[in-house]
């Protein structure tokens, strides 16, 4: 997006001041001052969890716990990905968990009760999950009810689908292996490096190119010394865990081995990609933030407000399905508390813990991610430390009251510098 002073300068025909690494790091500092946080909190929170669960439990930085927090948090962490779509335009979705757990029962009443094949269940789940953000959508947009009022009704009409398609509430199992394997199987560790290389090396080639054409159009640019500072810390990242998910886990590898990176990671993955990909390099993705910006003024503009906001409520139902798909997977079954429970709460603590606001207009997709990564922390920890359930949940809670306080705050000040 070109901005104001390099539109001054185009039409001048004057160059743009080329800022170097200082002057980058200094105007950072000045955007942090004006309450543009961004995934800034969420990263200094998940160290310090990180530091603490360690210093009491030195088996959390074991392998095996390394590899668990990926499977335990999945499910979450893809239902907070379309969460961030709603959140975006300043709407809210109470139902997603259990939108969830419908999907997943329909994907377990076809594979086991049914007996169709898994591929023909997948996509009945996946379209299950369409139809209802298209309901839900519709009810918002085109009826006006609001969002907490259609979502809380599905909330708990969700439920009661749930024990009708799963007969009265019993435990369903699901045996097809292409859907176990997604939560319960390794690949191998060739392929996990060789997938660590591809996104590095496409991440690398994007902000190159992205930095060689701002350059060639005389657009302001972060310096080259920046790019390869990002493309570095993503190489150093994904390299310790790929080193860490292919080191041995199994207790007696003579018996059987467990090491590799689980197949759910690739499947987050290129979801992430393809959902930021959407959100910050479309047409499509510019109307969201639009809407949540100033919904009055996006209409203005011509953007078609109430297909944007039927639209993510699609997004986030089809996620849930996928989110309901791999909690299947992970418990090899389906039964009545499944996408209950704290599902939907850890999902809307881990889009918010990780920098999208409650407000709307601010956030992205990497933020379910990072706030996923603090939320399985804390559980994960939690449960090491065989801490209760009210403790778990209490920690959580303030976790997830101080991220929404820091959002508020951040707006504030934002609003006063008047950087909103």
Request: include cysteine.
């Given at each position: 997006?070109?901005?104001?002073?390099?539109?001054?300068?185009?039409?001048?025909?004057?160059?743009?001041?080329?800022?170097?690494?200082?002057?980058?790091?200094?105007?950072?500092?000045?955007?942090?001052?004006?309450?543009?946080?961004?995934?800034?909190?969420?990263?200094?929170?998940?160290?310090?969890?990180?530091?603490?669960?360690?210093?009491?439990?030195?088996?959390?930085?074991?392998?095996?716990?390394?590899?668990?927090?990926?499977?335990?948090?999945?499910?979450?962490?893809?239902?907070?990905?379309?969460?961030?779509?709603?959140?975006l335009v300043g709407e809210i979705d109470l139902s997603a968990g259990f939108a969830s757990g419908v999907c997943a029962a329909?994907?377990?009443?076809?594979?086991?009760?049914?007996?169709?094949?898994?591929?023909?269940?997948?996509?009945?789940?996946?379209?299950?999950?369409?139809?209802?953000?298209?309901?839900?959508?519709?009810?918002?947009?085109?009826?006006?009810?609001?969002?907490?009022?259609?979502?809380?009704?599905?909330?708990?009409?969700?439920?009661?689908?749930?024990?009708?398609?799963?007969?009265?509430?019993?435990?369903?199992?699901?045996?097809?292996?292409?859907?176990?394997?997604?939560?319960?199987?390794?690949?191998?560790?060739?392929?996990?490096?060789?997938?660590?290389?591809?996104?590095v090396g496409g991440y690398g080639a994007t902000q190159l190119l992205r930095y060689r054409n701002r350059r060639a159009r005389?657009?302001?640019?972060?310096?080259?010394?920046?790019?390869?500072?990002?493309?570095?810390?993503?190489?150093?990242?994904?390299?310790?865990?790929?080193?860490?998910?292919?080191?041995?886990?199994?207790?007696?590898?003579?018996?059987?081995?467990?090491?590799?990176?689980?197949?759910?990671?690739?499947?987050?993955?290129?979801?992430?990609?393809?959902?930021?990909?959407?959100?910050?390099?479309?047409?499509?993705?510019?109307?969201?933030?639009?809407?949540?910006?100033?919904?009055?003024?996006?209409?203005?503009?011509?953007?078609?407000?109430?297909?944007?906001?039927?639209?993510?409520?699609?997004?986030?139902?089809?996620?849930?399905?996928?989110?309901?798909?791999?909690?299947?997977?992970?418990?090899?079954?389906?039964?009545?508390?499944?996408?209950?429970?704290?599902?939907?709460?850890?999902?809307?603590?881990?889009?918010?813990?990780?920098?999208?606001?409650?407000?709307?207009?601010?956030?992205?997709?990497?933020?379910?991610?990072?706030?996923?990564?603090?939320?399985?922390?804390?559980?994960?920890?939690?449960?090491?430390?065989?801490?209760?359930?009210?403790?778990?949940?209490?920690?959580?809670?303030?976790?997830?009251?101080?991220?929404?306080?820091?959002?508020?705050?951040?707006?504030?000040?934002?609003?006063?510098?008047?950087?909103?």
């Amino acid at each position: 997006m070109i901005t104001q002073a390099e539109l001054a300068h185009l039409e001048t025909g004057t160059t743009v001041p080329r800022a170097g690494l200082g002057a980058h790091v200094r105007g950072y500092v000045a955007r942090l001052r004006g309450g543009e946080m961004g995934a800034l909190p969420a990263i200094l929170g998940l160290v310090v969890l990180c530091v603490f669960f360690s210093a009491l439990r030195p088996n959390f930085l074991t392998a095996g716990n390394f590899a668990n927090l990926f499977t335990q948090g999945a499910a979450v962490v893809l239902i907070a990905m379309g969460l961030v779509f709603v959140l975006l335009v300043g709407e809210i979705d109470l139902s997603a968990g259990f939108a969830s757990g419908v999907c997943a029962a329909v994907l377990a009443n076809l594979l086991t009760l049914q007996g169709y094949p898994w591929y023909v269940a997948t996509l009945a789940a996946l379209a299950t999950g369409a139809v209802i953000g298209l309901v839900l959508g519709f009810l918002v947009a085109k009826v006006g009810i609001p969002s907490f009022v259609v979502t809380l009704a599905a909330f708990l009409a969700f439920q009661g689908i749930m024990l009708m398609l799963i007969k009265g509430g019993t435990n369903v199992s699901v045996q097809a292996a292409p859907i176990v394997a997604i939560e319960n199987r390794n690949l191998p560790p060739l392929v996990g490096w060789l997938l660590a290389a591809a996104a590095v090396g496409g991440y690398g080639a994007t902000q190159l190119l992205r930095y060689r054409n701002r350059r060639a159009r005389d657009l302001a640019t972060d310096p080259m010394s920046m790019v390869l500072i990002r493309i570095g810390s993503l190489a150093v990242v994904v390299g310790v865990g790929v080193y860490v998910l292919n080191m041995e886990r199994s207790l007696n590898s003579l018996i059987s081995s467990n090491r590799g990176m689980p197949v759910v990671v690739p499947l987050v993955g290129v979801l992430l990609v393809a959902l930021s990909f959407v959100l910050s390099r479309t047409a499509y993705g510019r109307h969201i933030y639009a809407v949540g910006g100033n919904r009055e003024a996006a209409h203005r503009a011509g953007i078609s407000v109430d297909r944007i906001r039927i639209s993510v409520f699609v997004v986030c139902s089809s996620m849930a399905a996928v989110g309901g798909i791999v909690a299947a997977s992970r418990f090899s079954s389906v039964d009545a508390r499944t996408g209950g429970s704290d599902v939907l709460l850890y999902a809307v603590g881990a889009a918010v813990i990780g920098g999208t606001s409650l407000f709307g207009g601010k956030g992205r997709v990497g933020d379910a991610v990072l706030g996923g990564a603090v939320v399985a922390v804390i559980d994960n920890g939690m449960g090491l430390m065989d801490a209760s359930s009210g403790v778990k949940y209490l920690f959580t809670g303030l976790v997830l009251l101080l991220a929404a306080g820091v959002d508020a705050l951040s707006r504030r000040r934002a609003l006063a510098t008047g950087n909103r």
